[in-house]
């Protein structure tokens, strides 16, 4: 990102969902989105390894964001209060981005290998969820079911979140979430 | 299945399985299958749409084992219990086909394809068993999260049943497993 390019990746980011939305997912190329950004395919690939992962780039943050949240939470810390203390972070994260996020969501939607990329992020999501619970000394299976519980909160959550109209409190629905989940089981 | 073709199905079976094993399911044609197990390509597409479905026929029968169960259960019956009453059939489903399931799992395993497959069939349980909770009145996003938890015990069972080299009681995995998911939330 040199000076002569300000804001490359914002700008390659706003072209890509232009034209995303514009033509469809599939007919969108790089060199066009490059185009539309006034900057060259060499600088898109500088940014994104290809059209898919400017849909996907912040999932990686957000796998980070999980783990060093699990990772940190108290050695005697409950396994499922280690999760919920891994999903209270993404509510910073989202906070602001719940227009971005709607948009996002539609691109996904519409195209069905986008749908399934989605998938397999939140099952990497889940196993990387599941690992930290076990590096932290939780054993298996209880660190697995703590991880797929806790991504299944953060799922229904963020649909919930993602498909109102208006913009939520998402850490609040997640901690509710988690209080169904609770209610659910214990019923 | 004409009287000239007995067992077609499981013949044809039995020839994807060791040609996956032998060559990787990849470098297997279904030319090769329908020639290793005596009969026409043809034959072949009577049964299965494409050589993938040889690994995924059994997902659609658990499918509607699963999406059965609920719509039995009692309306009064709390979700998760329902859930719980729609995976206790999968233990006779499985009962006798350890072997068979190991060997699966490692062809799945060994392909990311396949491993992408596997998890978009388990995103279509949940969204049939969320269906199947609120068809019975269960109203969202307790339908979604009760899904959820619930395949997610699935999951966890299967894995531990499948990855053991003698065949476990999956029946009695499921319930333990089940039992953990409430232990962990009341935790």
């Known amino acids: 990102m040199g000076r002569w ?7 390659l980011e706003r072209a890509a969902y232009e034209l995303f939305e514009e033509h469809g997912y599939e007919q969108t190329t ?10 060259t395919e060499r ?10 992962e400017v849909l996907f780039s912040g999932q990686a943050q957000l796998n980070e964001l999980f783990v060093d949240a699990v990772l940190a939470t108290p050695a005697d810390a409950a396994p499922l209060d280690a999760v919920a203390a891994a999903l209270a972070p993404s509510a910073g994260f ?10 996002r969501q539609a691109v996904i939607a519409a195209t069905a290998e986008l ?11 889940v ?14 299976p209880t660190a697995s079911l703590a991880a797929e519980a806790g991504i299944a909160v953060f799922r229904v959550a963020f649909e919930r ?10 850490g609040a ?10 209610a659910l089981a214990s019923s």
Not at 94 to 103: I, L, N, P, Y
Not at 161 to 170: I, L, Q, S
């Open 5 to 11: 390019e300000p804001d490359a990746r914002g700008r």
């Open 30 to 39: 790089v060199a066009e989105i490059a185009r539309r950004a006034g900057l």
């Open 43 to 52: 600088t898109f690939y500088r940014h994104f390894a290809d059209k898919r």
């Open 94 to 103: 989202f906070a602001g981005r719940h227009g971005h996020a709607r948009r």
């Open 115 to 125: 749908r399934e990329r989605e998938l397999i992020k939140m099952a990497a999501l």
């Open 127 to 140: 196993a990387a969820v599941a690992d930290a619970l076990r590096r932290r000394g939780v054993p298996d």
């Open 161 to 170: 979140w993602v498909t109102a109209p208006e913009d939520g409190d998402f």
């Open 173 to 182: 629905i997640l901690r509710e979430s988690l209080d169904q989940l609770r």
